[in-house]
Structures are given as C-alpha cells and as structure tokens.
C-alpha cells in the first residue's frame, strides 16, 4: 500500500512540475513566429511571416441621407 | 502554391526531461529527511519501522525518477544525447562535469536502494558505511541540479538548494549533538533521581 502511494505522489509531483514549466515556458522569439512558405512556379521557395492581416480602413465615409 | 507552417511545438521530452530531475531531486531529499530523522530517533521506536519503509520507498521512487530523466534526455531532439553519455560519466560534449556529477548521482543511487535487499549479506556495518555515500549523492544531484539545469539559476537555485538542504543540515547537526541511547542503558528522565 505504501508503494502505492508513494508512486501517486510521486506522479503527481511529476505532474505538477511539468505543469508549472510548461505554464512559464518562454513564448518563441518573434522570428520563430508561424511563417508561410510561398512557392514559386520555377521551384524557389519564400519564406514571408504570417502577419494578422491589417484592419481596413476607408477615407470614404458614407453619404449622408438626404432629407 | 502556399502551404503554413508553424514552429510553435511544445518541447516534451525536454520539459519531461526538466520536470523528472527536479521530482528526482526532490523524492532523494525527502528519503535522505526521513534516514536522517531514523538515525536521530526523531519519532518513537514503533514509528522507525514506518519511516524506514518510507525512506527505502521514496529512494526507489526517485531513482525511476532518474530513469525518466534519463529516457527523456535520449528522446530530445535537441541534446542528441547517447546511451553512452546518460551511463558513463565525463562523456558528454555539453558541461561534462555538471552532467557527470548527475550520472555519478544515479549509480550511488541505484547502489544506496539496492543495498536495503541485502543488507543481511553485507554486515550491518558495511550497510551503514555504504549509506554515507548518500551525503556524497545528495549534494552531487543538488550540484548538478545548480550547474547542469537551466531552471535552478540564479536566485531561485539557492533558495531551493536552502529550501532542500536546510532540514538535512539541522538532522545531521542534531544527530551530531544529540546524544544517542546506549544498548542496555535506560535513559536518565528528569525528576527520576
């Protein structure tokens, strides 16, 4: 029975520890960031990091009803 | 033609690797607390038997620790680390010493739980001569905990080296001072004169 127990502290230790490291692990350096491949048609390749695209934005405002 | 890809994997081996060391380090304190406590009769006789099976028990439970350690260390894409450098110690190529402080740590470790089953064919004296060799483990593992790992650094380190050697320190200083009960010889209470 003592086996018992000392095994489940002992994973549940495991358990925890892993859980604090992965919970402080350092976020990857913006380089890492998700990249997309780009493939041209002659076989090269590009690699161009995946942004959030831009809000769009308009200079155009919407007319006005009239009356 | 556009295909993703994301270099954002979770490390597993490695923060398996990191999380078994420090539980290894941690369940080696805590059966080294408990021998000492024995060796100081911290608890009543009948309670000795209890820690003894809790002090061997803990020990096999770190050492599979180390064994977890190990396994992980071989599994990591990132080390490439062989069978050779996790067995023998001074062969790996990154921070020798502190990784052969860790390895040298896991035989005395292997040696010290496999010395509780034949203790009857050792002589009890041997036992206790080869048990000495815990003090040289636990302060190799902390060692190498200190040097070797990269989440014991700074500040954080020595509080857990103080956090951990702190009640092994006071237990062999009580052992040191506290004068142990000879065979035979019934203790002296006070107001028994």
Known sequence: MRSVWATLLSVWLLFAVIAVLAWTRQQPAPSQSPVIVVKGKNGTQMLVPATTAATHATTRTSPVAAG | ?193
């Open chain 2, 1 to 193: 033609m556009i295909a993703a890809t994301t270099s954002t994997a979770v490390p597993v081996a490695w923060l398996v690797a990191r999380a078994a060391g420090l539980t290894a380090l941690a369940l080696l304190s805590a059966s080294l607390w408990l021998g000492l406590a024995m060796s100081v009769r911290l608890l009543a006789p009948r309670r000795q038997k209890v820690l003894m099976g809790w002090h061997q028990t803990l020990m096999w439970c770190g050492l599979s620790m180390v064994a977890l350690h190990g396994i992980s260390l071989l599994l990591d894409p990132v080390m490439h680390f062989s069978i050779a450098v996790v067995f023998v110690p001074g062969l790996a190529p990154w921070r020798p010493l502190a990784v052969a402080a860790g390895v040298v740590t896991a035989w005395l470790m292997l040696a010290l739980a496999s010395s509780f089953h034949v203790r009857r064919r050792i002589t009890q004296r041997r036992w206790r001569l080869m048990h000495y060799a815990g003090f040289a483990a636990f302060a190799l593992a902390l060692g190498h905990g200190l040097t070797a790992g990269t989440d014991l650094r700074g500040l954080t380190g020595l509080i857990v080296a103080g956090v951990l050697a702190a009640p092994a320190v006071w237990l062999v200083y009580a052992r040191i001072l506290v004068p142990r009960p000879q065979p035979g010889r019934r203790p002296v209470t006070p107001g028994a004169v």
